[in-house]
């Protein structure tokens, strides 16, 4: 057990964030991991409606077994998506989940209002999530000072990298 002088918590205190029972951080920290969890929102968001959109529309011999996939792909992505934004909440900032937001902030491609053969909606997909798995894994590397967003963004980068393994399967 580590005994700290009254003085020691005051001079710690003095730099670290604690607003509305905030997670006490130092501003610096709350700053960058509160940027990378808003970042990762958007594109979960977007990487959902993207795989949504692939569901509806796909075509081909496969229709039904890609049409069941992606529903458990975008299903799947409810629970990091509420993670994240409980996080940011959890760090005293808001939570951006606009559609509007979303679409002008992401890096994922919206995809065509229109069928597709089921080839070009896996092509589209992995692409979509090795974007965002690439921008997820620069935002792990920067948000060290702060474990527990770290530990969060780890865990939701081994549910995308599965998720982008079981899309590529299918185009082998």
Do not use: C
Request: hydrophobic residues 45%; without cysteine.
């Amino acid at each position: 057990m580590i005994a700290l002088t009254a003085a020691a918590v005051l001079a710690l205190s003095s730099s670290i964030a604690l607003q509305d029972g905030a997670a006490p951080l130092e501003q610096e920290v709350v700053s960058t991991s509160s940027g990378a969890l808003q970042a990762t929102l958007y594109d979960l968001i977007a990487l959902k409606h993207a795989v949504h959109q692939e569901h509806w529309n796909i075509t081909g011999s496969d229709f039904y077994q890609l049409h069941e996939f992606y529903g458990e792909l975008y299903t799947a992505l409810d629970a990091p998506i509420d993670e994240v934004a409980e996080r940011l909440r959890a760090l005293g900032q808001p939570a951006d989940g606009r559609p509007a937001a979303v679409a002008q902030k992401s890096g994922v491609s919206a995809p065509p209002a229109d069928t597709r053969a089921q080839e070009e909606t896996l092509r589209a997909l992995a692409a979509a999530y090795d974007g965002v798995r690439t921008r997820l894994y620069e935002r792990i590397g920067n948000t060290g000072g702060d474990m527990p967003t770290q530990d969060l963004l780890i865990g939701t980068a081994f549910m995308l990298d599965k998720q982008a393994w079981m899309v590529r399967s299918h185009l082998q």
